[in-house]
């Protein structure tokens, strides 16, 4: 069992010993896998004897310094040995059984090939190690496996040496020349397709690129390679930073955790991230391909070169990294949608998490297990903080940041406050309050009010900035933030645009020479993650809509105006009246619908309503049922009322192939289906006539609001046409466990049951259960309490079998805060349970006791 205890930032203490070099030996022979790690370990500290290695779940056989063997005590998670010397080699052997590691970390199987997963304390399941990111050696790796079941022996870095060994069995040799912490190890035995490229650096070095797929699966990793390409281009124009070994690889596995992981030279990538054909992948698949892939290229300089002291500073390569992966899709496609679907995680996930009892600032001072903070914090409001330093830096500026940061930490641990210091110092603006982000979580309430004089000409905003308490911090002070605005005259020109900087909880900006009473953009381009409390007029949101020059400015404006119309229905419900859609709205949605000069998967945006989740994060109470109500009828009204345009619009896309057309087409036709049942002809034949994944998947989306024939005919024949493909059956998994009815979940119960799930899946369980629970909010809070049933059932299945992903199910549950009573009571006795299971996990209590607040 693991020891359920705190550990703080505040108690860091650099290591006494360090290990400098690490030869490993594998001897992968199923339950009998043998581990051998030789480590040349150097003292630091003299007045330290005794050395504490990290491990879990592991056979020791042997532990030898210099050639002897010596006594040790071996703890739950700690091998204590003594020593008194400064440098020494230390050999430790032990047994490991892959196959029946379902945890997914260490050293694992995955579909009949060995893999590793590391980061963030995996390694310790491997080998008795100094498991920590400062500790950081050099590392050789021999690997040796039957041949024939085993073709692919793969590590880090460079290609040493190979040959055949008696029995059927052969070895490779690898040698990392970048010293590297433990975590960034890898890796992979097994049988594979293989697609190979080269890539050629900005300094004419030849860099070897292999992708490594399932057999059958060459045809589908092509755009994967295309991807790496662009990245490895990209990260050499922008950031100036160009690869540095002679082999890039990339592996992908059915049986992940994750997304993917950077370990240096051969990234490991749930096959989710990799494989893709125009049949079986939607456009967001070959977009969010092309965003991971590119992420964990970027690392290797924002994460590997450079990397954390310890875990606390995770969002120094993850923050940073995703800011990377989101300025390089937004150079490659629309840079305005890309902004918008980074909004949209903050605004739908991260301020849920800041407002609930997992609340932590992007830097966490405690950790009970860091598995539990790999979260929207660190990497998403990780990314907005980098981004919010780029505003203030500019780009050139921002450039100069980077590379004083590379100049000074390259091929060190460093701390998010080394990285911050780079940043001032080349730029010489001033960070010392901005700064605070790091340490204070929640989320800042931006209060704007203004005034105008006409007779002076004189505009001006009043800005005020208030940080409820967290969860985790009860004081908060002012941040510095970045304030973008643009002033939109009476008829649409655009009059000042400007960056304030907003420092204290009120201060007042005034602006001269202002002929004519302003609409204000504010906050634009979402320039810091606040929430903004302006009392804009329906009036003012119409204005923006049209004239705003930032095209997510106007996305903002259509957001705000559904969700004033969503909440004034709610009311009206409330004080029993009818419920009503202004015409304003109905006008400026027509607009928007028929704009020709609007790039149509902004148009597709805008016509997508604010999801119940969002709308949740605008108040600090909710009653479910009445909101979805009113959501409802809102989307119903307008849609009705826009019937022809929908459908003329969705006529005119119907054959331009472009994912742009292909977005506001499936939003179109989603929307045709809230109008009436005799728009499903148009589904049914995009279904039968489509030519890629995207039309198929859209058409079973649009019906999937609710039970027809027709729904249970085509997911009939997608169901038979893909059984065998387990990632197009997560795609089928989700739509039913999406459905828009109340049979929803009598039918989740039966599908795991069903050939294409399995619990030790993570894909599948994150299809079928994790979508229930985050993605159908109406039937997962379903009024008799079934739905956090299921949830909880499943959770608990999970405890021992897979305790990171059980973990991550468990958000939508302790998020209970803004529900009615009956429901958080339900919820709390969903929780009780789970904290009354006898073996239950470090990852599962942290969360649980949190919410229940032991
Ligand atoms: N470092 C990885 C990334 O962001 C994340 C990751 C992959 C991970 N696998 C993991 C984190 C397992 C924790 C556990 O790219
Ligand atoms: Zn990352």
């Known amino acids: 069992m693991t020891q359920i205890k705190a550990k703080y930032l505040k108690d860091y203490l650099s290591p006494a010993f360090t290990i400098t070099h690490l030869d490993l030996s594998f001897d992968l022979a199923g339950p009998n896998t043998q581990v051998t790690a030789k480590s040349q370990v150097v003292r630091h500290d003299d007045e330290q004897t005794t050395l504490v290695l990290d491990g879990d779940s592991m056979k020791l056989i042997s532990v030898k310094i210099n050639g002897a063997e010596v006594n040790y005590t071996q703890g739950e998670t700690t091998l204590t040995i003594e ?288 598995n539990n903070f790999y979260t929207v914090t660190v990497y998403n409001k990780g990314a907005e903080v980098i981004r919010m330093m780029h505003t203030l830096l500019g780009e050139s500026g921002f450039q100069a940041g980077m590379k004083l940061y590379f100049e000074r930490h390259d091929g060190q641990a460093v701390t998010c406050d080394d990285f911050t210091a780079a940043m001032q110092d080349a730029s010489s603006v001033d960070l010392s309050q901005f700064i605070l982000w790091y340490s204070q979580s929640g989320t800042p309430i931006v209060s704007v009010k203004e005034r105008y004089d006409e007779q002076k000409a004189q505009y001006s905003l009043l800005i005020e900035q208030f940080t409820p308490a967290t969860a985790d911090q009860t004081e908060k002070a002012a941040l510095h933030i970045p304030f973008d605005l643009e002033l939109i005259s009476p008829n649409g020109d655009s009059m000042l645009t400007e960056v304030l900087n907003v420092k204290s909880a009120s201060e007042e900006f005034v602006f001269d020479n202002i002929a004519h009473k302003p609409t204000p953009s504010l906050l634009q381009n979402f320039s810091a993650p606040v929430k903004l409390d302006f009392d804009y007029s329906v009036e003012q949101l119409v204005h923006l809509m049209r004239f705003a020059s930032s095209e997510v400015a106007r996305w903002e404006a259509s957001v705000a105006l559904f969700s004033q119309s969503i909440w004034a229905n709610v009311e009206n419900l409330n004080a029993k009246q009818a419920m009503h859609v202004d015409l304003r709205l109905t006008d400026a949605y027509r607009g928007i619908l028929l704009s020709e000069s609007l790039d149509p998967a902004l148009v597709a945006e805008i016509l997508t309503f604010p999801s119940v989740s969002a709308l949740i994060e605008q108040v600090s109470s909710v009653e479910l049922d009445i909101l979805a109500t009113a959501r409802d009828f809102v989307i119903e009204e307008l849609a009705s009322a826009c019937e022809d345009e929908l459908l003329t619009r969705y006529r005119e896309l119907v054959n331009i192939d472009s994912s742009a057309a292909r ?121 008799d309490g079934k739905g956090y049933d299921f949830l909880t059932d499943t959770i608990i299945k999970l405890n021992k079998l897979n305790p990171q992903v059980a973990a991550r199910l468990i958000t939508p549950l302790i998020q209970f805060k803004k529900f009615d009573i009956h429901r958080q009571n339900l919820m709390k006795a969903s929780l009780a349970r789970i904290l009354a299971l006898p073996e239950l996990s470090s990852d599962l209590y942290e969360k649980v006791s949190k919410a229940l607040d032991c």
């Open 83 to 370: 020593a008194d010397l400064n440098a020494f080699e230390l050999e430790i052997v032990n047994q490991l059984d892959p196959e029946a590691n379902s945890s997914l970390e260490g050293l694992y199987m995955s579909d009949g090939a060995y893999c590793t997963q590391c980061e963030a304390e995996g390694f310790r399941r491997i080998t008795y190690f100094l498991d920590r990111p400062d500790v950081l050696a050099i590392y050789s790796v021999r690997i040796e496996a039957d041949k024939v079941a085993f073709p692919y022996l793969l590590s880090n870095g460079n290609f040493m040496d190979q040959g055949d060994l008696e029995g059927g069995r052969h070895f490779v040799q690898w040698q990392d020349p970048f010293p590297k912490p433990a975590y960034l190890f890898a890796l992979v035995a097994g049988d594979f397709d293989l697609l190979e490229d080269e890539f050629i650096t900005r300094s004419k070095r030849p860099v070897k690129l292999q992708v490594f797929v399932d057999k059958g699966n060459l045809h589908k990793s092509h755009h994967a390679m295309a991807s790496l390409k662009k990245s490895m281009a990209w990260d050499e124009s922008r950031f100036d930073l160009e690869y540095d070994l002679d082999i890039y690889m990339i592996v992908a596995v059915d049986f992940f955790n994750m997304g993917a992981m950077e370990n240096k030279g051969l990234n490991v990538f749930n096959t989710k991230y990799v494989l893709a054909d125009i049949d079986s992948a939607t456009d967001d698949d070959y977009h969010g391909i092309e965003a991971v892939v590119g992420h964990e290229y970027f690392h290797n300089w924002t994460g590997n070169r450079v990397t954390c002291r310890d875990w606390f500073q995770l969002s120094l390569k993850e923050g940073l990294t995703v800011f990377r992966d989101q300025e390089f899709s937004s150079d490659l496609g629309s840079r305005a949608v890309n902004r918008i679907h980074a909004i949209k995680v903050i605004k739908n996930q991260q301020f849920a998490e800041d407002s609930g009892p997992m609340a932590h600032p992007i830097r966490p001072e405690s950790v009970i297990e860091m």
């Open 663 to 783: 977005s506001l087409k499936n939003a179109c036709l989603l929307l045709l289906q809230r109008v009436s049942d005799q728009h499903q002809d148009h589904a049914k034949l995009q279904y039968e006539l489509a030519v890629n994944m995207t039309d198929s998947l859209g058409a079973l989306q649009a019906l999937n609001g609710a039970e027809s024939a027709l729904r249970s005919e085509l997911m009939a024949d997608y169901e038979t046409k893909w059984l065998e493909t387990p990632l197009v059956m997560d795609k089928w998994l989700t739509l039913q466990a999406t459905l828009g009815a109340d049979t929803c979940l009598e039918r989740l119960e039966a599908l795991t049951e069903h050939a294409s799930f399995s619990f030790s899946n993570p894909n599948r369980v994150r299809s079928l259960v994790g979508a229930f629970a985050a993605a159908n909010l109406v039937q997962f809070h379903r009024h």
